[in-house]
């Protein structure tokens, strides 16, 4: 069962606008969470996290929102420019554990 | 970059035939990941390590076999290799659930 989920296999994203890619997740024991984004032929390298006690996360142009009622995440990216065009990867951790649990990705094209 | 190096890079076998690949770190980081990706699936785990001989099951774990017998290196075995396990693998190392480093990848195609 996944307990981690990107609904959105893909977005596209004119150049200069905002990206919103999505995620949400059932386990409530998850208290930290990371994005990743992936180019083709090369490892997937992180991006931005946060931790449960916190709702915001900003680095540059990438910030994360979280909605613990809701168990939801978000990943803005503003503006949007070509280079952000990749497979974004949503995971989630529980300190209480040893393993993090991946999003299948949303593919994302920022349009120039 | 994290000092994590994959081989081979790229495989191509036939079915039937076993197949390792091996992660190496530099960095000394106590955990130890192997993920498959496929379209669709996202990134999932088939096997982890805590440390030297200790390793665990992740939930797509059926036809590998792991071996950690030193800190850097964490080898991923297919027995006998089959068409679904076509795909293409990375290592991953943390000292936590607050970071995970990945390697480049090897991409493996059975026959």
């Known amino acids: 069962d996944q307990q981690v989920k990107q609904n959105s296999p893909s977005l596209s994203v004119q150049e200069g606008r905002i990206s919103i890619l999505n995620c949400d997740y059932t386990n409530s024991m998850f208290d930290y969470f990371l994005w990743y984004k992936k180019y083709p032929a090369e490892g997937p390298t992180f991006l931005i996290s946060?931790?449960?006690?916190?709702d915001k996360n900003e680095d540059g142009r990438f910030t994360v929102f979280l909605n613990k009622s809701a168990k939801h995440l978000s990943l803005h990216i503003v503006p949007s420019q070509p280079g952000d065009s990749a497979v974004y990867f949503c995971?989630?951790?529980?300190?209480?554990?040893?393993?993090?649990?991946f999003g299948t990705g949303t593919s994302l094209t920022v349009i120039p | 970059d994290a000092g994590i190096t994959q081989s081979p890079r790229h495989k191509v076998t036939e079915t039937g035939t076993p197949v390792t690949l091996r992660c190496h770190q530099t960095?000394?980081?106590?955990?130890m990941y192997w993920y498959r990706q496929d379209p669709g699936h996202g990134l999932r785990l088939i096997h982890y390590?805590?440390?030297?001989?200790?390793?665990d099951k992740g939930e797509v774990s059926d036809g590998y076999s792991v071996s950690r017998s030193k800190t850097e290196d964490f080898l991923l075995t297919l027995e006998s290799a089959t068409s679904s396990q076509t795909s293409v693998y990375f290592c991953?190392?943390?000292?936590?659930?607050?970071?995970?480093?990945f390697g480049e990848g090897s991409r493996l195609t059975v026959l």
């Open positions: 995971a989630a951790s529980a300190n209480s554990g040893n393993q993090f649990y």
């Open positions: 946060i931790s449960s006690i916190k």
């Open positions: 390590s805590y440390g030297v001989k200790d390793t």
């Open positions: 991953a190392i943390s000292q936590g659930v607050r970071e995970l480093f």
């Open positions: 960095e000394n980081h106590r955990y």
